[in-house]
């Protein structure tokens, strides 16, 4: 398992641990990390799974592909790192990430 950590916009942290091939959307819901709200279910098309990673590991995941990039311009103040949970696979590389919950999806 890979232990993913959400830091959510209040500063509570919630580790959970993930399994290779899953969204970090679905280790977020299976965490009950409410700010991942993850309405379409995955199909990158809502934006209301917006997360911000550092740069160190934003330059470490896939990076994300055009579909995503467009979403991305409707999310609430959009970082550099912006990623929608929905489209970062999970590896095993990933193991110790942290992920920060932005307090535009509150």
């Known amino acids: 398992m890979i232990k993913l950590t ?3 916009a ?14 970090v959307m679905q280790a977020a819901v299976n965490a009950g990390v409410d700010a991942i709200a993850a309405e379409c279910g995955g199909a990158c098309a809502c934006g209301t ?3 911000v990673l ?11 592909e055009a579909d995503e990039v467009d979403m991305l ?12 949970s ?6 095993e590389d990933m193991h110790g990430i942290t992920i920060r919950v932005p307090a535009s999806q509150v």
């Open 6 to 8: 959400f830091v959510q």
């Open 10 to 23: 209040d500063g509570t942290q919630v580790e959970t641990d993930a399994s290779p091939g899953m969204s």
């Open 49 to 51: 799974c917006h997360c």
């Open 54 to 64: 550092s740069q160190d590991w934003f330059g470490r995941v896939a990076a994300p």
């Open 73 to 84: 311009e409707f999310v609430i103040d959009p970082q550099l790192t912006s990623r929608l």
């Open 86 to 91: 929905c489209q970062v696979v999970v590896t």
